[in-house]
C-alpha cells in the first residue's frame, strides 16, 4: 500500500514505487532508470512498503504543499 505522507520523515520531498513494488521516500528528485526499473537519486531516501498494482513509473510525486 502506498505510504502516507505523514509517514514521510521530515527531509523527504519526493515519493516513488519501483518494479518490484518497493515505495521508497526521496529528498531530492529522483530519475527514472528504466533500464533497472526504478527511481535513482544521489540523496537521501527511506524504503517503505510494497505495491504492484500500478505501473513504477507513474508513481513519482511531489510532497503535497502544507
Known sequence: MK?????APEWAQWLARDASGLWCFFETEPKPDNANEMFQTNN????MDYEKEIAWQETLEKRPEQ
Not at 505510504?3 to 509517514?7: A, L, M, Q, T, V
Open 3 to 7: 505510504p502516507s505522507w505523514k509517514d
Open 44 to 47: 537521501q531516501y527511506k524504503e
